[in-house]
């Protein structure tokens, strides 16, 4: 048996759950991982990717010192040719450019990507660098592409964006809704706080979504939409809330307002015609508005399939009318809770990670916020809202951004349509990258400097219920590799410099517990929450307004941030592509259980010898129509580009939609989706792209035979069983 040189507990570097973790170190490398019994929000729970997923710490594939292209004369499409340098050296690069760029263009020529898998301190640095140095907001991150619909529709109708209620909430749920999230594979904790509701208190779960996910036998009942039509089904279930008067009509009246007006507008919603559109049988429609109308206290649980779309802001929005009709917010096992991908998308986020906030989604063109900011950091700030993830890629092709910095992001890979995002990137004049690997995003950079992954330093996370949790160095820095944070103070200082600055409170850091605290002092939410106090009780949800405070498991008990909730009508209709004659199946994208992002981590970790390569999920039906069995290589198609990879034939898929996973560069689901946008949101759609599939061989270097036991893991299998 070994015995640890030390255990370490720290927060999980994966999905936006936040489990804690211990981990188990022997002469500087992690060789276990457990899960403290006692500690929320897991309690002993772990993932596969939580538990077997930290090899790449240690992988030597990591960039150890700052490298610098010596290739820039042949275009960022060439293969780079990269040499070491000193941090001195990179620095002052990366300082000349930027500053050389400023100068010239203006601080709107500069764009930026922060990063939800850095911690709060980081990105904190990062935006306060972008904002006050470079003079610009054009600062996004992975969650436009992920929960920009989310987000859109929950602040308009209620002025907050963030999961509404906890995680410790979820196992005495009485009902509760799971559209858009494949939760087994996606949050698998939380999935068995799900379950257990159902095995344990008698809940009653409605699973609405296209696939034959594994929550689906778990359900009460589970409503098989044709992709696409979510508004239909949503509103179907208001309109036969209304029309059988369950409804709560103190809560509207005391909470809310719009209400006449939105009954109006659902009149021709019925489920008749909701079933004609969707697919799902109108009496369904009805049975699921029952049981979530009728529940004491019922709540709803959404992922990507929900957001991922053009029409993402108002599937959001028939989501929250539901919520505020049944009065289902404000109280302890209900809620509008969207489920956050990633382990920091939420705490970058609420850090600044955002075009038009500040931290805690205090907003750029607020002047009374401006001016608190500007005096605390000594600088003058722009109110002018920055751009988007999805507005930078095309404001690159159009050269009106100049250089990008991207801070542990890929957008080589998120970004759709990724000849375009390519094409775009091509055209800046500077590129520089800070990460620990060299990813498809970092290959076409002119600078990468070289992170500490989540074990090699200290820090805080914020998981998606909004619990802000340490993040605790655990083994050195691998070679000359610094945290993001000391990186940024290092490289904000040089630009203070050079552009003559000295901001009152600047980049002199010593730690990240101080830049805690200047975060705390100019966030009211955060007022209440300091590393003692986390040090103390494991975590703190905010709003958290001082130290005397509990902290807000649950959101709106009294008032929305807006004051009433809006009710907001929804014409259904879609700007997705469609399928047709020439291609004319569906394309549906998403996560599997072994593999996260961009396969960045896990793709060098043990978890790739077990989900190797990416797959084709096609149904059985369209399988036979197309002579193909699982196993067989075939090229999937959109009017965009090829991908090549094999398939699985499983009931999970409906009829006309498959399904693959955005994990694998050398079968990109990115490359075949569609840059069209939802015009409030800005998010692209990565759930709707008109294909076609065609049966070919295995490319060049492949055998032609699988490993048929790929197919038969708890990942793929059909249906998924993972308890």
């Not at 196992?171 to 939760?183: K, P, W, Y």
Request: glycine fraction near 8%.
């Amino acid at each position: 048996m070994i015995v640890p040189d030390r255990i370490v507990r720290t927060t999980c570097p994966y999905c936006g759950v936040g489990c804690q973790m211990h981990l188990k170190v022997k002469d500087e490398y992690i060789y276990a991982v457990e899960a403290p019994f006692d500690a929320a929000p897991n309690y002993g729970m772990l993932c596969v990717k939580g538990r077997f997923g930290t090899d790449y710490v240690k992988h030597p594939g990591r960039v150890k010192t700052p490298l610098i292209r010596t290739n820039r004369h042949e275009g960022r499409s060439a293969p780079p040719v990269w040499r070491e340098a000193t941090w001195d050296e990179a620095l002052d690069l990366v300082a000349d450019e930027l500053v050389r760029v400023v100068r010239e263009y203006g601080g709107d020529a500069v764009a930026s990507y922060a990063s939800a898998k850095a911690t709060n301190e980081d990105n904190y640095v990062f935006q306060k660098f972008i904002r006050a140095l470079m003079g610009t907001n054009n600062i996004d991150h992975c969650a436009r592409l992920c929960h920009a619909g989310s987000v859109t529709g929950l602040q308009l109708s209620i002025g907050s964006s963030a999961m509404s209620n906890s995680i410790a909430e979820m196992e005495n749920l009485e009902a509760f809704i799971v559209t858009g999230s494949n939760t087994t594979e996606t949050h698998p904790v939380i999935s068995n706080f799900l379950k257990r509701a159902v095995r344990q208190n008698g809940a009653k779960l409605v699973v609405i979504d296209p696939r034959r996910i594994d929550m689906t036998n778990f359900a009460t009942l589970w409503l098989r939409q044709n992709p696409g039509t979510d508004v239909a089904v949503f509103q179907a279930m208001a309109h036969t809330i209304v029309k059988e008067e369950l409804y709560d009509p103190d809560f509207i009246a005391e909470r809310t307002e719009g209400f006449n007006d939105y009954l109006e507008s659902l009149e021709s919603f019925t489920p008749e015609w909701a079933e004609s559109v969707s697919g799902v049988p109108a009496e369904s429609i009805r049975e699921a508005a029952r049981i979530y109308a009728g529940a004491n206290r019922a709540a709803i649980y959404w992922g990507m399939g929900v957001s991922q779309s053009t029409h993402g802001t108002d599937n959001t929005l028939s989501l929250v009318n539901l919520a505020l009709m049944c009065g289902h917010v404000g109280k302890a096992g209900t809620g509008l809770n969207p489920l956050r991908g990633q382990n920091n998308v939420q705490g970058c986020s609420d850090s600044g990670g955002l075009p038009n906030v500040y931290t805690a989604y205090q907003r750029v063109d607020d002047p009374d916020v401006r001016d608190l900011f500007q005096t605390t950091w000594g600088v003058d700030l722009s109110p002018t809202p920055g751009l988007t993830a999805t507005e930078m890629c095309d404001a690159c092709y159009t050269e009106e951004i100049r250089a990008m910095f991207v801070l542990g992001e890929n957008p080589m890979m998120s970004e759709p349509n990724q000849n375009h995002a390519r094409a775009a990137l091509e055209k800046l004049q500077f590129l520089v990258c800070q990460d620990i690997f060299i990813n498809e995003t970092g290959a076409m950079a002119d600078v990468i400097l070289p992170a500490t992954s989540f074990a090699e330093k200290d820090g805080t996370f914020t998981n998606t219920d909004r619990r802000v949790q340490r993040c605790r160095a655990a083994v050195p820095p691998v070679g000359n590799s610094r945290p993001d944070w000391d990186i940024l103070s290092d490289l904000g200082r040089r630009v203070e410099a050079r552009l003559g600055i000295k901001m009152s409170a600047g980049f002199d850091y010593g730690h990240p517990e101080e830049i805690w605290e200047e975060m705390r002092r100019v966030t009211p939410d955060f007022w209440g929450i300091d590393y003692a106090r986390i040090e103390r009780e494991g975590g703190v949800h905010w709003p958290c307004p001082s130290f005397d405070h509990p902290g807000t498991p649950f959101l709106f008990a009294e008032e929305f941030p807006r004051g009433r909730g809006k009710f907001w009508e929804v014409a259904y209709g879609t700007e997705s592509e469609q399928p047709d004659a020439e291609y004319p199946y569906n394309l549906s994208t998403g996560r599997v259980l072994y593999h996260w992002s961009g396969s960045t981590m896990t793709g060098r970790s043990r978890l790739e010898d077990v989900y190797p390569e990416a797959v084709c999920e096609i149904s059985p039906f369209d399988a036979e129509a197309l002579g193909l069995v699982t196993g067989d290589w075939v090229n999937v198609s959109s009017r965009r580009g090829t991908i090549t990879l094999r398939v699985l034939v499983t009931g999970r898929s409906p009829q006309g939609t498959v399904f693959v996973p955005f994990h694998f560069a050398e079968a990109a689901a990115n490359l075949l989706t569609l840059d069209r946008i939802d015009d409030r949101a800005k998010i692209p759609d990565y759930k709707n792209t008109a294909i076609k599939i065609e049966k070919t061989v295995a490319p060049e270097g492949l055998d032609e035979g699988y490993d048929e036991h790929l197919f038969d893991r708890g990942a793929i299998k059909d249906p998924v069983q993972i308890h």
